[in-house]
């Protein structure tokens, strides 16, 4: 399976003016409840797909678009493209929907929380030199790139490709298991915070934030 975005980007996140006028704004209807187990769901089913998944990553992936594209098996970004996680910086919130989870996997703890307290975007290169991506290649041949790798896979011995992946995904799941509920929970507990009523306004009116004053 190949996942990549449709257009410029591979996708750039919520829609973070909607979320000033309510928590969750941008997912949910006026009085719904954000139900946390819609988001573990998403990373579940990702990591139990027995088929490998090639991330074909396009262009800008922001945010969530960043988790779900790291999570799949072999990711192919293209060199002008920037990846990163801006919940905290750009949007007052705890990276709970998985940022929390397979960051420190793939560059370690320390530069986990850097990138995600600091909201680094990385571009393709330097996201292929940390190891955050396997692959580097222009733009253009992104997703042919991306595409021969899958084609290599379908060919190959399929049920040792599939049960190899599901082996290692229990070392993400277990991640998943220990730190998911509790970091969507503090998520959900950052909604209801001055700063991200101010990082939300901040960006409506196109004006730098003013954190802690509330």
Same mark, same amino acid.
């Given at each position: 399976?190949?996942?990549?975005g ?6 750039? /996140? /919520?829609d ?23 988001? +573990? ?8 797909l ?11 992936a ?11 098996d072999?990711?192919? @970004? ?11 910086s ?19 703890v ?7 307290i ?11 030199? #940390? /190891? ?16 021969? #790798? ?5 060919n ?5 490709? +599939? ?9 993400i ?10 970091? @969507? ?12 009523k ?17």
């Amino acid at each position: 399976m190949v996942l990549t975005g449709a257009g410029d980007f591979f996708s750039v /996140g /919520g829609d973070v003016k909607a979320m000033s006028e309510r928590p969750g704004g941008d997912v949910l209807e006026e009085g719904e409840v954000h139900d946390p187990m819609i988001s +573990r769901r998403g990373v579940s089913r990702q990591l139990e797909l027995d088929k490998p998944i090639i991330a074909a990553i396009n262009g800008d992936a922001i945010g969530l678009a960043a988790t779900h594209a790291l999570l799949c098996d072999i990711t192919v @970004m293209a060199e002008d493209a920037r990846i990163g996680d801006t919940h905290v910086s750009r949007v007052g919130l705890v990276a709970g929907d998985g940022g929390t989870v397979i960051w420190p996997l793939l560059v370690g703890v320390n530069k986990a929380k850097e990138f995600l307290i600091r909201g680094t975007l990385l571009n393709g290169r330097e996201a292929e030199r #940390i /190891g955050l991506v396997n692959h580097l290649a222009p733009r253009s041949e992104v997703l042919a790139k991306a595409r021969s #790798i899958a084609l290599e896979l379908a060919n190959g011995p399929t049920w040792a490709i +599939r049960w190899t992946k599901l082996s290692i995904n229990q070392v993400i799941k277990e991640r998943v298991n220990l730190l998911l509920e509790a970091s @969507m929970a503090l998520e959900q507990v950052t909604f209801d915070t001055a700063d991200h009523k101010e990082a939300t306004t901040s960006l409506k009116e196109k004006r730098k934030p003013k954190f802690g004053q509330g």
